[in-house]
């Protein structure tokens, strides 16, 4: 048997013991903002439930909560101990596993979603190995759904944070920028890739994935929001500067040149 891959230890570690990714998307205005722009995306194109989700990289559960609540039958794997301990509460069946080796049959699944195996990948061979696995396990005509952290997310948010003319910080961004990695060892962020919206979209086709779509998640002025709750001490979550953010989330859509702005990028995909 093909033994299942290791997780690099630091990405462990992280979200062990450095982050906590369960009130990531509910303690920021920029945060509230990608979750309810993922809801909106996602909601758009599913089946009807009940269809079967297989939530792969699904952390503590956050998406799986609302999609569970939807009347989905949602399956969780995550490789993270902790994650998955937390997700047991999701309403989802768990399982501790990995990307690029997945336990589940042949065409078993209605929808498969990677919303966030893709950040950790850093090698290129890798990221088309979860992505095969996730065709792999889809039903003919299912709907795949990935998401990317954008190439450019972090000199916007090192901006709003104004920590850009920190050395440190500014030469992770400018690596960042130039080939798309952060590299185990730095302070920050653990192993991470963030993707250009075409390789993001170039990743899928090669997997043999059709009807692809890159969407922005977020838009092009969540920096701002990022911006002033930084400096002002406010949760903007239920704020009018928070409506125009997600009104601006929409009506970019519409425009790829804008794609780039966004902090995540969702990519929608059939085998």
């Known amino acids: 048997m093909t033994p299942v891959p290791e997780v690099a230890p630091e990405i462990i570690a992280f979200y062990t013991e450095g982050f906590d990714e369960?009130?990531?998307?509910?303690?920021?205005?920029?945060?509230?903002?990608?979750?309810?722009?993922?809801?909106?995306?996602?909601?758009?194109?599913?089946?009807?439930?009940?269809?079967?989700?297989l939530d792969v990289g699904g952390g503590p559960g956050a998406h799986a909560r609302w999609l569970a609540a939807d009347g989905y039958n949602v399956h969780?794997?995550?490789?993270?101990?902790?994650?998955?301990?937390?997700?047991?509460q999701a309403g989802c069946t768990v399982e501790l596993g990995d990307a690029r080796k997945l336990s589940a049959t042949d065409h078993s699944y209605d929808v498969v979603l990677l919303?966030?195996?893709?950040?950790?990948?850093?090698d290129r061979e890798d990221r088309l190995q979860a992505l095969a696995e996730a065709r792999r396990v889809l039903k003919p005509g299912g709907l795949f759904a990935a998401a990317a952290i954008s190439r450019y997310a972090s000199l916007f948010e090192h901006t709003a944070t104004t920590w850009l003319d920190r050395e440190r910080v500014h030469d992770a961004v400018k690596d960042i920028l130039s080939t798309g990695r952060h590299d185990p060892g730095r302070k920050g962020f653990t192993a991470a890739y963030f993707h250009t919206s075409d390789g993001l979209a170039n990743e899928l086709r090669l997997?043999?994935?059709?009807?692809?779509n890159v969407y922005g998640v977020e838009g092009p002025t969540w920096s701002l929001l990022k911006a002033t709750e930084q400096h002002t001490g406010n949760n903007l979550a239920d704020t009018p500067m928070f409506r125009a953010a997600l009104t601006a989330a929409r009506m970019a859509e519409?425009?790829?040149?804008?794609l780039a702005a966004s902090s995540h990028m969702l990519a929608i995909g059939r085998p």
């Open 22 to 53: 369960a009130t990531r998307l509910t303690s920021s205005a920029d945060g509230k903002l990608e979750l309810i722009r993922t809801q909106e995306l996602l909601r758009r194109h599913l089946p009807a439930a009940p269809a079967s989700i």
């Open 76 to 88: 969780l794997i995550d490789p993270v101990p902790r994650h998955v301990e937390v997700a047991q």
């Open 115 to 122: 919303l966030g195996p893709l950040y950790h990948l850093l």
């Open 207 to 212: 997997s043999g994935f059709e009807e692809v």
């Open 254 to 258: 519409p425009y790829p040149d804008l």
